[in-house]
């Protein structure tokens, strides 16, 4: 059956808060981002990712914090991201607690801070984040800035890139299907798992059948979440059951 496919929820820290948009726009408050962690990871979670989505000078400093506390409330294996520029930020946050980083504007600027972080730490602790939106022209371009600002980077160009460079996985959110709630983007999924490495699909779960359609037409690795999970819509244990159900392997 291959290996179990993996059920993320994320969580995107602002102000020590864990927020959550639509579209990367439009936050809400959804909690505590330490309480939400520790309730995850006694539901099943298999991992966690927390992205800091103002990355200011104070507000590293906040998450830095946060990082230390959930390390010490979890025991599944947790990626941290947003606001890092250098390869100081990577080991600040690993020291902290993290097991991997995610990086995206930082890595589109500067390629070789994947092969920095791979070398010094392992491809297992490099996760490549990729915003991509769909333009008019059916083409998918790689956005940086939390999504603010397009780039000439082509979605499938730069993927194949990362993974040559020795990232050890990509999360790829469709900024056309974020917290829309219609499903995944199957197709681009799809073409991205033909790379060599773990693809986590991000942007659009609304329901049960979403996860298993990233699973089984866009043959992710994982499926990452936000507000299904924050506001209570999807347990994961239900989840999980369910997809087993359909013969997609999950822990349990």
């Known amino acids: ?25 439009n936050l809400r408050n959804a909690g505590d981002p ?22 200011s000078a104070e507000g590293r400093n906040t998450f830095t914090e946060m990082v230390e506390r959930v390390a ?7 990626t941290v991201g947003g606001g890092i520029n250098a390869f100081s930020d ?3 946050l690993l020291y902290a607690g993290a097991d991997k980083v995610s990086i995206n504007s930082a890595a589109i600027r500067n390629p070789q801070l994947i ?9 297992q602790v490099c996760v490549c984040a990729i915003d991509a939106r769909q333009e008019t022209d059916g083409e998918w371009y790689c956005y940086v800035k939390g999504g603010r600002e397009r780039t000439e980077r082509r979605l499938f160009d730069w993927a194949a890139e990362v993974a040559d460079r020795g990232a ?20 681009a999924l799809a073409q991205l798992s033909t790379l060599p490495i773990p693809i ?21 690795d994982a499926a990452l979440a936000a507000s299904v999970f924050h506001f209570g819509e999807i347990s994961i244990p239900k989840l999980k059951r369910f997809l087993n159900g359909k013969g997609v392997k999950t822990r349990i």
């Open 115 to 123: 092969d920095e972080i791979s070398s010094k730490f392992g491809s």
């Open 72 to 78: 010490k409330v979890i025991n599944i294996p947790f």
């Open 34 to 55: 330490v309480e939400l962690a520790r309730r995850y990871s006694e539901e099943g979670a298999d991992e966690l990712v927390f992205l800091d989505i103002t990355a």
């Open 90 to 92: 990577v080991e600040r």
């Open 168 to 187: 050890g996985e990509i999360l790829f959110t469709s900024m056309n299907h974020d917290g829309v709630k219609t499903g995944y983007a199957n197709g």
């Open 1 to 25: 059956m291959g290996l179990a496919k993996r059920i993320i929820p994320c969580l995107d820290v602002k102000d020590g808060q864990t927020v959550k948009g639509v579209n990367f726009e």
């Open 200 to 220: 986590i699909a991000s942007g659009g779960a609304g329901n049960m059948q979403h996860f298993y359609d990233a699973f089984s037409i866009g043959r992710a």
